[in-house]
C-alpha cells in the first residue's frame, strides 16, 4: 500500500495510524561507480545496476525494496573492489617478476663489465670506420682540387 506524503510537506509517513519516519537513501552510488575502474567488469556493472534500482525505489517510496537493493549494491561493490584489487595485484607481481627474471638471466649470460667493455669497442669501432670513411672524402676532394 502506497501512502502519499502529508500536504504540509513534513517527511512523517503514516502507516496503519503511526507516524513513521522516512529512511535515508542508501544507494551507494559513489562506490559503484567507482569500482566500474576495477577490472572485475560484470560484478561492477550488476552493482550499479542495483544501486540505480535502489534510487528509483527510494524515489517511489518503496523503502524496504530500496534498502535490500541498497545492501546488495553495497555487497557487489566491496566484492568487485576486492576481485579488481586482486586482479591488479597478480598482474602487477607477475609482470615485474617476469621482467626482472629476463634482466636476471642477460645478466647472467654477459657480466657487466663485459657489456659495457663490448658497448664502448663497438662504439670506437665505429667511430673509427667514420673517421676513415671522412678521411677518403677528404682525400678525394684534395686530389680533385689538385692538391696533395
Known sequence: MNTKPSLDGGTDLLKNG????????????????????????????VALVFSVLA?????????????????????????????????????????????????????KELSVEEAEFKASDEALSFLFDQLLNLTRIQGGVMSLNGET
Open 55 to 107: 534510487q528509483k525505489s527510494h524515489d517511489e517510496e518503496d523503502y524496504d525494496g530500496s534498502e535490500r537493493l541498497g545492501r546488495k549494491a553495497l555487497h557487489l561493490g566491496i566484492v568487485s573492489f576486492l576481485i579488481g584489487l586482486m586482479i591488479i595485484t597478480s598482474y602487477t607481481i607477475l609482470h615485474f617478476t617476469t621482467t626482472f627474471s629476463v634482466v636476471g638471466q642477460q645478466c
Open 18 to 45: 503511526e507516524a513513521q519516519e522516512v529512511p535515508p537513501l542508501r544507494n551507494y552510488l559513489c562506490l559503484t561507480m567507482f569500482t566500474c575502474f576495477c577490472p572485475a567488469w560484470p560484478i561492477n556493472i
